[in-house]
């Protein structure tokens, strides 16, 4: 009677196999397009920094019309000089770095306090508050550009790079990435600290802060790329040199040639601009991925 059992429904039992194979083999081909989807649009973002590769090292004078659109008829470094002698970039690059570096590092701790303050503090009109941090996302930067401007003469620092930082101090975006992982940290940690006697800057620096670590990878992210290839506010605020940022010196490329634009010229110094942030981008970018991804960022 038992081994008259072991064979009941055998055809059944085939069936459902066969249909997880086709199941297993489906979801493969559907992987592999996913696949060579993601390979075809990231050639496509790469195919920009291609083009300017193979540009800044076309023959300076050269048509694009001579050759391919890509390679001219030889390759050439030259362009990199000229680039190098159009403007003192030592300064540039010193600036851009105490601009990027400073005003994250105000920046981390203005949005901190803002952040937690909004996800653990009650008081009165925090949500009016919260409500005016949101608006200042959607008001663009150059609506505040005379204001700001004026608030830099008053405070006698135009031409200074404590001007080029000053307006950038404070963050909404970050006060808001920042509010919401600390609402996501389990606040009995918080009251066994106090239990323990801990006060505000030890329960911050000690739990929210640790923990919330990917959130600030991601958020300082944004700042050092947004700030590296600030344009407008240091042309405006700044005049002196040794006081501006690498893309003001970069502006200084288009004014090489009687003729227009020397795409080679210009190719190449925006390669010697962008180049730390992709070299920083390469040797950090499974950190970087794993950042947005935990961080909640979509």
């Known amino acids: 009677m038992n081994g008259h059992n072991t064979n009941l429904h055998p055809q059944p039992l085939r069936i459902r196999l066969m249909a ?6 489906s979801r493969r081909r559907w992987a592999l397009l996913a696949d060579m989807l993601t390979v075809g649009l990231a050639l496509i973002w790469l195919l920009p920094l291609v083009f300017s590769l193979l540009m800044s090292v076309r023959p300076a004078g050269e048509p694009i019309s001579t050759g391919s659109i890509f390679f001219g008829s030889t390759l050439t470094l030259t362009n990199y000089g000229r680039a190098l002698a159009v403007a003192p970039w030592g300064w540039h690059y010193i ?7 400073g ?3 105000v920046q981390v701790f203005t949005v901190t306090l803002a952040g937690y303050a909004f996800a653990r503090m009650r008081f009165a009109g925090r949500q009016v508050l919260l409500i005016l941090v949101l608006l200042q996302l ?3 930067p150059g609506v505040l550009l005379v204001q700001n401007f004026a608030t830099i003469r008053e405070l006698g620092l135009y031409d200074t790079r404590w001007a080029l930082m000053l307006p950038y101090w404070s963050s909404a975006f970050g006060t808001l990435l920042l509010r919401q992982a600390f609402r996501e940290v389990p606040y009995e940690l918080e009251e066994a600290a106090r239990i323990d006697g801990a006060g505000l800057g030890r329960i911050l620096f000690r739990i929210y802060v640790p923990l919330c670590i990917p959130s600030y990878i991601a958020f300082a992210l944004i700042s050092i790329s947004s700030h590296w290839n600030e344009l407008l506010w240091p042309l405006v605020v700044t005049r002196s040199e040794e006081v501006r940022p690498l893309t003001v010196g970069l502006n200084k490329l288009f004014n090489t040639s009687d003729t227009g634009a020397d795409y080679s010229l210009l190719m190449a110094g925006t390669l010697l601009v962008i180049a730390p942030l992709v ?6 970018q499974r950190r970087f991925i794993e950042s947005f991804a935990s961080s909640g960022l979509k």
């Open 95 to 101: 600036t851009t770095l105490i601009f990027v570096i």
């Open 279 to 284: 070299v920083l981008f390469m040797a950090f």
């Open 103 to 105: 005003t994250l590092a």
């Open 138 to 140: 959607m008001i663009p």
């Open 20 to 25: 997880r194979g086709d199941e297993g083999a």
